[in-house]
């Protein structure tokens, strides 16, 4: 089955720019989507089809995805942003998601 | 406004059984295909079923294949999740989620309903 690997946790300063990774077996041949999770709240997708931000998902938000590895970028990053960020795909008829990484602003 | 609500969580015993289900509204509910997604305490998530918009395609992921059932009843916007057998392992946060056909992501979710196994 296909896997999917996050880093558990990343920090950021205020303001400056985070990266969050999802690693895959040739995930550049998948479209990867992510999720922002906050404490008590359900998911809410932040970025889609590798690199497109659904309406209300602020500018400093963006994706990339190439080789085995897919990132998720927050510029600017601010202290609202903090919460758990999950990448998924779809495999074999089934979704798949990264064990999620929680990011923290400081 | 697009809304689901799921309800049906409760506390169940090992072995025992549960429906929930998941009520859509302010969209074409029968030209959505749908997804439940379960949390556990402290987890990350996992994705547990499919469900095309007329019911004729069904996926399920390995842990709940055969003990879990999804359907949907698309005169009454409603989604469901059938689950016989439960074990402890099942005690989790449990979300529906809209499904985007261009690109199989979920695109709208639920507020989730728990489910907690236990004797």
């Known amino acids: 089955s296909y896997e999917l690997t996050q880093p558990l946790s990343v920090s950021v300063a205020l303001g400056q720019t985070a990266k969050i990774t999802c690693g895959g077996n040739n995930i550049a041949n998948k479209n990867v989507h992510w999720y922002q999770q906050k404490p008590g709240q359900a998911p809410v997708l932040v970025m889609y089809r590798d690199s497109n931000r659904p309406s209300g998902i602020p500018e400093r938000f963006s994706a990339s995805n190439s080789g085995n590895t897919a990132t998720l970028t927050i510029n600017s990053a601010q202290a609202g942003d903090e919460a758990d960020y999950y990448c998924q795909v779809w495999a074999s008829n089934t979704g798949v998601f990264g064990g999620g990484t929680k990011l923290t602003v400081l | ?119």
């Open chain 2, 1 to 119: 406004e697009v809304q689901l609500v799921e309800s049906g969580g409760g506390l169940v015993q090992p072995g025992g059984s549960l429906r929930l289900s998941c009520a859509a509204s302010g969209f074409t509910f029968s030209t959505y295909e749908m997804d439940w997604v379960r949390q556990a305490p402290g987890k990350g998530l996992e994705w547990v079923a499919y469900i095309y918009g007329s019911g004729s395609t069904i996926y399920y992921a390995d842990s709940v294949k055969g003990r879990f059932t999804i359907s949907r009843d698309n005169a009454k916007n409603s989604l469901y999740l059938q689950m016989h057998s439960l074990r402890v392992e099942d005690t989790a946060i449990y979300y529906c989620a809209r499904h985007s056909t261009s690109s199989y992501y979920m695109d709208v979710w639920g507020k989730g309903t728990t489910v907690t196994v236990s004797s």
